[in-house]
């Protein structure tokens, strides 16, 4: 009798505790199916796609999406609404499959009129996603006037970069600053430290591509004699920042995005897309690709997946479509993604 009660009394105490255990799984878990509506930075880790994609409808909305076996499934679903309503998601990075690297700006409350000497402030923070843990972890804040914020794309976007080791490379436009696996940060190069043939006409750093032991960096120059135009020009550095040379590689220098997967450089330049070995410092024009008689398009990001390339290609004159191919050897896929809808 006695041990029938203390029996009881287990199955009292066990079957709650069961009942949380299967709906923390249950929660872990999920999968939320959704669709692509504004997709504007792309990342991968083997076959498996992330997007940063904005909902512009949705109050400005940023979530991170990924595809896999044929469906989109929003996995940033689980990150506070009152945090993605106050903060913009600009710069999106892998550290694994389930680990994510945002850069966020902080939405002003209301816009205030500020006399015309004094710049405006900007709010910027770097965060680890843990998607299995489903916490947020921050690594690094600073505010900053809005001169020595990011040049950002024409989508508002920033380019981070993560390395094997852990360590986040932020190209602030007067600075780039790395910031270790535990939140160690400290600025590796700033405009003041570059060879003076560069430095005169530099006006900041725009993006930036890490391989195994180099630092790839776009460069915002003046054009001398022109007092609107301007060119973006790639240097290398060692991974402390130390500069090493720059690379001339295009007669007409207008580089829009560099990216590195396998210590190569895919480099958009104009509109069309290299693929550049700095060891061996051969280039290879991976397409041209004027689609058709009315837009010309342009690949504005690009990440690599198991069996090729996927691209973001946006219409350059408009910048109103938006359209995911894939690039397998000398195919190219059109349309291997449809977004649920072109910005407006």
């Given amino acids: 009798m006695i041990k029938d009660k203390k029996f009881k009394y287990l199955i009292i105490i066990l079957v709650p505790i069961i009942s949380l255990m299967l709906y923390y799984n249950d929660f872990r878990g999920t999968k939320v199916k959704t669709n692509l509506i504004n997709p504007v930075q792309v990342n991968s880790f083997q076959s498996v796609v992330y997007f940063l994609d904005k909902d512009i409808s949705n109050n400005s909305i940023d979530s991170i999406k990924k595809y896999e076996n044929g ?10 609404k009152d945090f993605l309503k106050t903060n913009r998601i600009i710069g999106l990075d892998l550290m694994d499959s389930n680990k994510f690297i945002i850069l966020t700006e902080k939405k002003p409350l209301r816009i205030i009129r500020e006399p015309k000497d004094v710049p405006l402030q900007n709010n910027y923070a770097v965060y680890l996603l843990d998607d299995n ?106 991974k402390n920042g130390k500069f090493i040379k720059t690379h001339q590689l295009f007669t007409k220098s207008e580089i829009r995005l560099i990216k590195s997967f396998d210590n190569s450089i ?44 996927i691209l973001l290609v946006t219409d350059s004159d408009t910048g109103n479509l938006t359209r995911i191919w894939k690039l397998t050897g000398e195919e190219l896929q059109k349309d291997f993604l449809i977004t649920n809808s072109t910005r407006d």
Avoid: C
């Avoid at 469906?71 to 506070?80: E, M, T």
């Avoid at 006409?201 to 960096?217: H, K, M, P, W």
């Avoid at 070995?277 to 009315?294: V, Y």
């Fill in 266 to 309: 895919f480099i958009v330049n104009r509109e069309q897309l290299y693929q550049y070995n700095p060891k061996t410092k051969s280039i290879k024009k991976l397409f041209d690709e004027p689609l058709d008689d009315i837009h010309k398009w342009i690949v504005f990001d690009i990440s690599q997946i198991s069996n090729g390339y």
């Fill in 133 to 238: 843990k489903k916490q947020m972890q921050k690594l690094f804040s600073k505010t900053v006037n809005s001169n020595n914020g990011f040049i950002q794309n024409m989508f508002g976007q920033v380019f981070i970069n993560t390395d094997k080791d852990g360590n986040v490379y932020l190209p602030f436009s007067k600075e780039v600053v790395r910031i270790s696996a535990k939140g160690k940060q400290n600025v590796i190069l700033s405009l003041g430290n570059l060879p003076n043939e560069i430095k005169e006409n530099a006006i900041g750093f725009y993006q930036i591509a890490a391989t195994s032991d180099r630092l790839f960096i776009l460069l915002k120059i003046r054009i001398p004699g022109e007092q609107f135009l301007s060119n973006n020009i790639m240097i290398e550095t060692d």
């Fill in 71 to 80: 469906n989109i499934y929003d996995v940033s679903y689980w990150v506070s």
